[in-house]
């Protein structure tokens, strides 16, 4: 999103917003601006799943109804390298080399 506040001679202040969304605002006061709340559309679907026994396959249903990236993480939250397989737009398999076990991020 993208909101752009120009202060204008005269102490004017204008608000463009340059994408879909809405901004509420509160108060314009010399050199100053109050804005309450910023939103845009329903935002994007996420999911976490959290595998805590080791497998070096898991089965994970998101329900995200698409087939979203998919982020792999140790239980460090660094980057762990696997196979993604989008089984369906809710469903995915994740092969690994060696049984491993932590998190995956779907967005």
């Not at 004017?12 to 108060?27: A, D, H, K």
């Not at 979203?68 to 660094?78: G, H, I, K, R, T």
């Not at 762990?80 to 049984?99: L, W």
Request: charged share 15%; no cysteine; aromatic share 6%.
């Amino acid at each position: 999103m993208s909101v752009t506040i120009n202060l204008i001679e005269g102490n004017e202040v204008t608000i463009q917003r340059n994408v879909i969304g809405s901004v509420e605002l509160v108060n314009t006061v010399p050199n100053s601006v109050t804005v309450s709340q910023v939103a845009v559309g329903s935002g994007d679907l996420h999911f976490e799943h959290t595998q805590s026994a080791a497998s070096d396959q898991w089965d994970v249903t998101h329900n995200l109804n698409k087939k979203p990236a998919v982020s792999v993480l140790d239980s460090n939250d660094y980057v762990v390298y696997a196979i993604v397989h989008h089984i369906t737009n809710n469903r995915v398999i994740i092969e690994f080399n060696v049984p491993t076990f932590g998190k995956a991020v779907f967005n």
